[in-house]
């Protein structure tokens, strides 16, 4: 009964790389989020999305690109991998009224 | 933009000791306001919101709008509180609006 969860939990890769980080809640939220948690545990908030709009935070560089098939997946695709983007990922969502936001267990991307 | 402020990074306490984590706002009228907890290794949890008024573990936590603060509180630590505490402002349909705290690493010790 997961609500939100994500694949893969690690992710070990060359720089240069291309990859895709997936996400799936079954709460029937309407908005969906990507986070990006650095080494120092400060937590930045780099996509919104909900089934209106794609709201792109416009520090994260365009080789970050997130993708919604439908409303309860949020996948983000990252183009040329960079030691810098090494970093936990946590994907969230939330009813657009409700404020609570509910977090997936994370996928810590490692770049070699 | 509607901000949070944790103005300490880190807070060490011993066992039994009162906790308190600052969280300050800087915006109007009477915000939603949440604290969430991320223990070692977990993914982030919704630990209180004030709209609510309950008490989550033993934190409380109170708006004050003539500090505009919303600091978390327990009376007494425990071992297992050590975790990184994040204050929030509530999703209102904009990214710009979820922004969290830089958070606060509560270090409990023995």
């Not at chain 1, 040329?80 to 090494?86: A, K, N, P, T």
């Not at chain 2, 209102?92 to 979820?98: D, I, P």
């Given at each position: 009964d997961t609500a939100v969860s994500q694949t893969p939990k690690y992710l070990v890769t060359q720089m240069g790389n291309d990859k895709s980080i997936k996400c799936e809640q079954n709460l029937g939220h309407d908005t969906m989020y990507w986070y990006k948690q650095d080494s120092k545990k400060f937590l930045k908030i780099m996509f919104s999305y909900n089934n209106k709009e794609l709201i792109i935070?416009?520090?994260?560089?365009?080789r970050f690109s997130p993708k919604s098939p439908d409303k309860a997946h949020l996948n983000l695709h990252i183009n040329?991998?960079?030691?810098?983007?090494?970093a936990v990922y946590f994907c969230a969502s939330s009813q657009e009224t409700a404020h609570e936001q509910f977090f997936g267990p994370g996928t810590r991307l490692t770049v070699l | 933009a509607q901000r949070v402020t944790q103005p300490e990074k880190l807070l060490s306490v011993f066992k039994g000791a009162p906790v308190e984590l600052k969280c300050n706002y800087s915006y109007s009228g009477s915000p939603e306001l949440f604290w969430y907890v991320q223990y070692s290794r977990q993914r982030l949890q919704l630990l209180l919101r004030h709209i609510s008024r309950e008490s989550i573990k033993g934190f409380t936590a109170d708006l004050n709008k003539g500090e505009t603060s919303f600091h978390l509180k327990k009376p007494f630590a425990q071992e297992e509180d050590s975790a990184m505490y994040y204050c929030a402002p509530p999703n209102?349909?904009?990214?710009?609006?979820?922004t969290f705290g830089i958070g606060t690493k509560l270090q409990v010790i023995p």
């Open positions: 935070n416009e520090t994260v560089p365009n040329s991998l960079e030691l810098g983007d090494s | 209102s349909g904009g990214y710009q609006k979820v």
